[in-house]
């Protein structure tokens, strides 16, 4: 019998190939992703990110995304995907000085497909306009945004990223009314793309307080939209064979405002046994 993560890597290649048509032929739509890279961490071992980085750029590439939310992303491993994803352009600050220290929530756009018109990052905090932490996070915690020009239909969006507090449940729940408060500040009635990890998983306080009807500034779980989902019901998988039923949703593509979702998938993919990271890829399709 096959193992079943080499099952989930032909099914994924399998899709991969009789989606990548669709994907040319349109132009309308824009291919996002959110990823949570897990940051370089030589305990990782045969995981590390020095043996998964080329892949990762394989697959960004092979998947011909226009937009991608990050997660972990360290100095050293932001420069790399920068000097190896020539076609895109990068926005995000570390999160412990604003600047290069600490984690990145970086925004990754094709610069051919879209332009950026305003950015800035904004901390998760009481105090977001400066270096903080929130409430009773355990780190410093960040959104990074943008608004964005789409160069082919001359329509415009906000796409934020971010990622919550692994420790502090207050923080995560106060971190997604924040969240909302500034999807409207930033970008009033635009139509909004949100990544990220999100530490949450879909019944928890946080992510309902999210979906909470608002309004013109309601956000919707991809998932739940897509005309056609494919993958596992999970998005973190560790870097291990935990049993499936162990496994969690805590990576979303959230949005407002958009025409259609086309496709959704989370990628469990390896390369024999090498992930991509210790999270999967939330791919997401759609229409502004």
């Known amino acids: ?31 996002a992703m959110s990823f949570n890279i897990r940051y370089d961490n030589p305990e990782d071992g045969p995981q590390n990110w020095h043996y998964r980085k080329d892949n990762i750029v394989r697959m960004i590439n092979f998947y011909d995304l226009d937009i991608i939310g990050m997660q972990e992303v360290l100095v050293g ?6 000097q190896n994803l020539s076609e895109y352009e990068t926005i995000g600050v570390g999160r412990e000085d604003g600047a290069t220290k600490g984690e990145y929530a970086p925004i990754f756009y094709r610069k ?25 996070a355990d780190l410093e ?26 420790r502090g449940n207050l923080a995560r729940i106060e971190s997604a009314k924040l969240l909302k408060q500034k999807a409207m500040e930033l970008g009033g009635d635009l139509p909004l793309i949100l990544t990220g990890d999100f530490n949450l998983t879909p019944n928890s306080q946080g992510i309902q307080t999210l979906l909470k009807e ?9 998932r739940t939209l897509a005309t ?18 162990d496994r969690e949703v805590i990576d979303y593509i959230f949005v407002k405002n958009i025409a259609e979702i086309h ?8 390369l024999n046994n090498l992930y991509l990271s210790d999270h999967c890829p939330v791919f997401a399709q759609l229409q502004l």
């Open 1 to 31: 019998m096959m193992p079943k993560n080499l099952v989930w890597t032909w099914l994924s290649v399998l899709i991969a190939f009789s989606s990548s048509t669709s994907f040319a032929q349109s132009k309308k739509v824009i291919n």
């Open 77 to 82: 491993q932001l420069n790399f995907l920068k």
């Open 112 to 136: 051919n497909r879209l332009k950026t018109l305003q950015s800035g990052t904004f901390w998760l905090s009481e105090t977001p306009n400066k270096v903080s932490k929130g409430w009773d």
């Open 141 to 166: 915690r960040i959104a990074t945004w943008a608004i964005f020009l789409d160069k082919k239909t001359r329509k415009k969006f906000i796409f934020m990223n971010t990622h919550f507090d692994h």
């Open 214 to 222: 608002d309004g013109k500034n309601t956000l919707r779980n991809t």
């Open 228 to 245: 056609l989902a494919y993958g596992p019901d999970w998005t973190s998988c560790g870097f291990d064979d935990r049993p499936f039923e």
């Open 263 to 270: 496709r959704y998938a989370v990628f469990a993919e390896m």
